[in-house]
């Protein structure tokens, strides 16, 4: 087989699970008057789900997650992005994030699940719970 031949068989035998992932976005409002809001939604394998909501530099932002174990996030602040840039907290089930916020602008809540059980395109219902004071 030739190296041109070989190169080709393996670029089509390798997964393409990455080139798939279905990542949704979603704006976070609070209802008037309120400092938090609950959101519940559900994703499977690689995909995830970016909640976004604007607060200003000062403010404190409390995140959790309920529902399936497999639910874990990332706090991301303005001009950060999930897979270019660096969380400014994180969490999972359990183990809630709450932290100053040094910016103001729009904010992502990455809400993902590890690849073990992403792997297996298992389903992660959730509901996340995230409140500004």
């Given at each position: 087989m030739?190296?041109?031949?070989?190169?080709?068989?393996l670029?089509l035998?390798?997964?393409?699970?990455?080139?798939q992932?279905?990542?949704s976005h979603i704006?976070?409002?609070f209802a008037?008057g309120?400092?938090?809001?609950?959101?519940?939604?559900s994703?499977k394998?690689?995909d995830?789900i970016?909640?976004s909501?604007?607060a200003?530099?000062?403010?404190?932002?409390?995140?959790q997650?309920?529902?399936?174990s497999n639910?874990?996030?990332?706090v991301?602040?303005?001009?950060?992005?999930?897979?270019?840039?660096?969380?400014?907290g994180?969490?999972?089930v359990?183990?809630?994030?709450?932290?100053t916020?040094?910016?103001?602008?729009?904010?992502t809540?990455?809400?993902?699940?590890m690849?073990?059980?992403a792997r297996?395109?298992?389903?992660?219902?959730?509901t996340?719970t995230?409140?500004?004071?």
């Open positions: 030739n190296p041109t031949t070989l190169a080709l068989a670029i035998l390798c997964p393409l699970a990455h080139a992932d279905k990542v704006p976070v409002h008037k309120a400092s938090s809001t609950e959101i519940k939604g994703f394998g690689y995830s970016q909640y909501l604007s200003k530099a000062g403010q404190q932002m409390n995140v997650i309920a529902g399936s639910a874990n996030f990332n991301f602040a303005p001009g950060e992005k999930p897979g270019s840039g660096t969380a400014l994180s969490g999972s359990g183990n809630a994030w709450s932290g916020l040094p910016a103001t602008g729009s904010y809540v990455q809400v993902y699940q690849r073990a059980t297996r395109g298992e389903l992660v219902p959730h996340l995230i409140g500004i004071q």
